[in-house]
């Protein structure tokens, strides 16, 4: 039988670096959007694609099954991709020493794809939603893990407790940024900043949606309330705090695993606990046309762990933050600048949250915080 604590040492503890500089890592989703409120052209999309790997210091890394490009490299070490579907892009940057180098290399890749998606009717937008998602062509990137991503999404379909846009992977938009942190120092940071949620919720809330007109911020509803939520531990706000690097793992046993590769093909299954997933003999799982085939859990199937809590321990020993929604242009940073500025006075900030009476006005209750600063117009 695989064992779980050699899993959890080998991809993530064992990644924690000792004495770890201070770099930061920025990922920035942004909704393409057609001006004229029509759908996103793929073609539109694609195009831009080509036009930017054509521009100095760009290559082409990945292409889809049709040969379209859809991950460019920098380089810089930048990355430019489609995130899902055609209608979302994302910059991934190379990690830095400080946020200004990042805005720079921002602000030029902005202003080139700006300029050739206005001539040709579309632009990015500074949203946590596309505005024209019921209208857009929300199909999956042509790659064998995307498709494998909105299928397993759509078996939430007609479930109970579960909101009905399956395809929300495809129109949601964040503003993610990781650090380098030490391993005595990364459950302070993760139990630490699983409290501020609400604030930060009340800050950088930027996901309006048709359907919930009392909120400012749906992206939260999208996650836990779809296939990736439907086990309680693997999506959102941290329920305990964590003491011991046991104690989160066990927490993290009982996150999801829902898709295995094998011969390079992708299966995907109902959520399991990955604890309950490695004590199985054999389990079921769904290829890509939909066929039900059966496969023996392997140690290797853990390296496709992935569970999504808005503070996450990474597999390259980062702490991953990842409850932002896209912020406006001019406010890009801001939230970066936030989780680093508290991060470097991470002791102060401890301190506050010990005795602010923010928590004995309100509880201590971070979910249901987060959800109540959420809204547009919540009581104080």
Partial sequence: MTSLGNCFEEHYFANIKE???LFIGVELEYPIVNISGKATSIQVATDMMRHISNQNGFTIVKRDDRGNPIELQHESGDLILFEVTYNTLEFAFAKAK?????EERHKEYLENIQYYLRQNGHELQGLGINPNWENNDNRPVDTGRYRMLMNYLKLGEGKPNMHPYTGYAGFICGNQVQF??????FLRVINAFNKIEAAKA???????FDHMDDMALTRDYFWEYSMHGLLKNNVGIYSEEFQTEAEYRQYQEES???YVIRDNCYYYFKPITVKSFFEQEKFAAYSETGEICYFVPKADDFKNHRSYHYQELTKRGTIEFRSTCTQPFETTFAPIAFHLGLLANLVKLEEILECTEFFKEFGRDYSKLRRQFSRKNFLI
């Fill in 98 to 102: 400080n946020i200004g180098s990042v």
């Fill in 202 to 208: 009340f800050l950088f809330a930027n996901s309006p």
């Fill in 19 to 21: 004495k770890p500089e």
């Fill in 256 to 258: 999801a695993m829902f």
């Fill in 180 to 185: 380098d942190v030490s391993r005595k120092s």
